[in-house]
């Protein structure tokens, strides 16, 4: 199965900082049809996974630009520019290139 | 808009089995797989498997197989998870998920306890 290391584990940041998320993938997400399946998400406390950039790089629906992805192969970033305090909670990315389905390990955005 | 309504909470006991219910509005059920997911108490989130609705199809992580079986009613636009013979190791929130991993459930907690 394709290992997803996400980095940092916890992320300490002032309202209106800027956080910064890396993925690591174990092999390239380049499907074979060209396309790159590595997704960004945030689970609040208490919530279900919501979609935040899906692709690398596009913004799902209703997504502030504040968020934004970034990266190809086996490497992948998020940054999160200008941090509200809804912005804290637990981010996760995930792969579906390649069977199963994965998910990085998480990385929690706290408040400095 | 779209919307995974799942069921309630379930405390069961071991080797019991439980089913679970993700009712599905706002888009052409048939139209994308339903996968489910498990998360372990403040842990990450795991792939469990997939169906189509459409035709039934089922892909599986290969760690669930023989724990999960995925079915769907398209009458009622409804997909349902049974975990088999449970133990401590399935206690979790479990999730529903379609679109392509865009539209989630709000999770069924699974307790299981004697």
């Known amino acids: 199965d394709v290992v997803l290391t996400q980095t940092p584990v916890s992320l300490l940041i002032s309202l209106g900082g800027q956080a910064s998320i890396s993925c690591r993938s174990s092999?390239?997400?380049?499907?074979?049809?060209?396309?790159?399946?590595l997704h960004w998400y945030l689970q609040k406390p208490g919530q279900s996974p919501q979609l935040l950039i899906y692709?690398?790089?596009n913004r799902f629906s209703g997504i502030p630009d504040r968020f934004s992805g970034s990266g190809s192969g086996t490497d992948f970033t998020l940054k999160i520019s200008r941090v509200e305090p809804e912005d804290l909670g637990v981010y996760y990315c995930?792969?579906?290139?390649?069977?199963?389905?994965?998910f990085g390990g998480g990385t929690k955005l706290e408040l400095k | 808009q779209v919307k995974l309504l799942q069921s309630g909470a379930a405390l069961v006991k071991p080797g019991a089995s439980v089913k679970m219910s993700c009712k599905a509005s706002?888009?052409?059920?048939?139209?994308?797989?339903v996968s489910w997911v498990k998360q372990s108490h403040g842990k990450s989130l795991e792939w469990i498997g997939e169906?189509?609705?459409?035709?039934?199809?089922?892909n599986f992580n290969e760690k669930f197989k023989g724990k999960a079986t995925l079915t769907v009613d398209k009458s009622t636009s409804t997909a349902y998870m049974e975990l088999s013979r449970l133990t401590s190791e399935d206690s979790a929130i479990y999730y529903c998920?379609?679109?392509?991993?865009?539209?989630w459930g709000q999770g069924t907690l699974v307790t299981v306890s004697s």
């Open positions: 998920t379609s679109g392509w991993f865009a539209y």
């Open positions: 692709q690398v790089s």
């Open positions: 169906i189509y609705p459409n035709s039934g199809a089922t």
């Open positions: 995930l792969q579906r290139t390649h069977n199963p389905p994965t």
């Open positions: 706002g888009y052409t059920f048939t139209d994308y797989w």
């Open positions: 092999q390239s997400l380049v499907h074979s049809n060209g396309n790159t399946y």
